[in-house]
């Protein structure tokens, strides 16, 4: 069987320290000793990276030593996956004020990702993103679409 290959995007990485939201970290705590065992193959984009680093401190190094806790590849921002980010412009599933969003999507479609896990209820998980890879899979010809969804569809249940 194929590894699952995981793209996170920063909102993951994020709720690694939010306490104000218990439920969603303590999800994303446990998603993160699974990532840990390094039984898949985690990707994050140079925006992942980028968005950690627009954190303060001590945010900032915190999240950074979550990083290291895990063995991940960085996808450099490629003409591809631009090209492919603004077919989500273009298709008006996202405006371009989301476009770093539509990078995380791009950067796993473009991968061959098997899901993208994300806490981004508003640009990321939700129905209208889920058809719009879909949509934007068909037309760059990258195949079948990657499934979206949060740490806590790898937690629950055990």
Known sequence: MKRLKIYLDTSVISYLDQTDSPEKMADTLKFW??????????????????????????????????????EYRVIE???????VAEKFIENG????????DCVHIASSLVHDC?????????HIVNMKMVSGVKLVAAQTGYGVATLICTPSYFVEGD
């Not at 984009?45 to 990083?67: A, G, Y």
């Not at 921002?77 to 090209?83: A, Q, V």
């Not at 599933?93 to 770093?100: A, H, N, Q």
């Open 77 to 83: 921002i490629s003409d591809e996956i631009s090209n």
């Open 93 to 100: 599933i996202l405006t371009r004020k989301s476009y770093d």
């Open 114 to 122: 098997t899901c993208i896990i994300s806490w981004n209820f508003k």
């Open 33 to 70: 000793e699974f990532l840990k065992k390094g039984e898949v193959d985690i990707l994050v984009s140079r925006v992942t990276l980028d968005e950690i680093e627009d954190n303060q401190e001590p945010k900032c190094s915190k999240l950074k030593n979550f990083l290291d806790e895990i």
